[in-house]
C-alpha cells in the first residue's frame, strides 16, 4: 500500500472559495476515481490556508491509473481551469508501508 499526501498552499483569502468548489464537485470527483479518502484536513496552527488530502492506493500502478481517470473527466478539467489560480504551491508525498505493518 502507498498514501499520498496532497498539500496546497492558498492565496490569502482564497481557501474558502476552494473550499466550496470541492464540496460542490470536487470531493465526489476524486472519491470515483481515487477511491477512499483517508483525510481531507485544512490547517489550524502552523502555516495557515492549507488543505492537505489524503489517499491511499494498492500501489503505484493503481495510483497512475486512477489520476489518469480523474484527470480526463471533462468535470475535473473545468473545476481545476477555475480553481488553480487560488493555489500559491502544492506539495506531494508518497508514503510506502512497512512489510510488518501492511495491511
Same mark, same amino acid.
Given at each position: 500500500m502507498? *498514501?499520498?499526501?496532497?498539500?496546497?498552499? @492558498?492565496?490569502?483569502?482564497? =481557501?474558502?472559495?476552494?473550499?466550496?468548489? %470541492? $464540496? #460542490?464537485?470536487?470531493?465526489?470527483?476524486?472519491?470515483?476515481?481515487l477511491?477512499?479518502?483517508?483525510? %481531507?484536513?485544512?490547517? +489550524?496552527?502552523?502555516?495557515i +490556508?492549507?488543505? *492537505?488530502?489524503? @489517499?491511499?492506493? +494498492?500501489?503505484?500502478? !493503481? &495510483?497512475?491509473? &486512477? #489520476?489518469?481517470?480523474?484527470?480526463? !473527466? $471533462?468535470?475535473?478539467?473545468? =473545476?481545476?481551469? $477555475?480553481?488553480?489560480?487560488?493555489?500559491?504551491?502544492k !506539495?506531494?508525498?508518497?508514503?510506502?508501508? *512497512?512489510?510488518?505493518?501492511? &495491511?
Amino acid at each position: 500500500m502507498i *498514501v499520498e499526501i496532497r498539500t496546497y498552499t @492558498f492565496r490569502s483569502g482564497t =481557501m474558502a472559495q476552494y473550499l466550496k468548489a %470541492f $464540496e #460542490r464537485i470536487g470531493f465526489a470527483l476524486q472519491k470515483q476515481y481515487l477511491g477512499e479518502c483517508i483525510g %481531507f484536513l485544512t490547517s +489550524e496552527t502552523g502555516p495557515i +490556508e492549507q488543505v *492537505v488530502q489524503i @489517499f491511499g492506493y +494498492e500501489s503505484w500502478e !493503481d &495510483r497512475e491509473v &486512477r #489520476r489518469k481517470a480523474l484527470y480526463a !473527466d $471533462e468535470s475535473f478539467k473545468t =473545476m481545476s481551469e $477555475e480553481l488553480h489560480p487560488l493555489i500559491q504551491s502544492k !506539495d506531494s508525498q508518497i508514503f510506502r508501508s *512497512v512489510p510488518f505493518a501492511a &495491511r
